[in-house]
């Protein structure tokens, strides 16, 4: 059993940055792939970003390729996304979760345990 708690949300201004972190305790958490998921009000569930537990191997969604990095730290069992030049379509509910499928999966139905969530709001 692994427990993933999110933090880091919060209001920034269109053009500003965040870093949102991922603490996991329980069950190993450096042998999971974690992943990041955003979802907005009215929308789908949509993945943002992942990191293999090695932390050697990443993907991003088109979306905020180019503008945001996934990194982890497994001696501090925490796994950081950090987001820069965001926009108002950022704005969401994001969570990290984590797998222990490999490769790490795209698909938010192959993820095992859930975060409660973090909100991030991007003011234009």
């Known amino acids: 059993q692994v427990q993933l708690i999110e933090s880091g949300g919060g209001l920034v201004q269109a053009g500003g940055s965040l870093t949102l972190s991922c603490a996991g305790s329980g069950g190993n958490f450096h042998t999971y792939a974690i992943g990041w998921f955003r979802q907005a009000p009215g929308k789908e569930r949509e993945f943002v970003a992942n990191?293999?537990?090695?932390?050697?191997?990443?993907k991003y969604a088109d979306s905020v390729k180019g503008r945001s990095t996934i990194f982890r730290d497994n001696a501090k069992n925490t796994v950081y996304l950090q987001m820069n030049t965001l926009k108002p379509e950022d704005t969401a509910i994001y969570y990290c979760?984590?797998?222990?499928?490999?490769?790490?999966?795209?698909?938010?139905?192959?993820?095992?345990?859930w975060g409660q969530g973090t909100q991030v709001t991007v003011s234009s």
């Open positions: 990191i293999k537990w090695s932390g050697d191997s990443t």
């Open positions: 979760t984590a797998s222990a499928r490999g490769p790490p999966p795209t698909d938010w139905t192959q993820y095992d345990y």
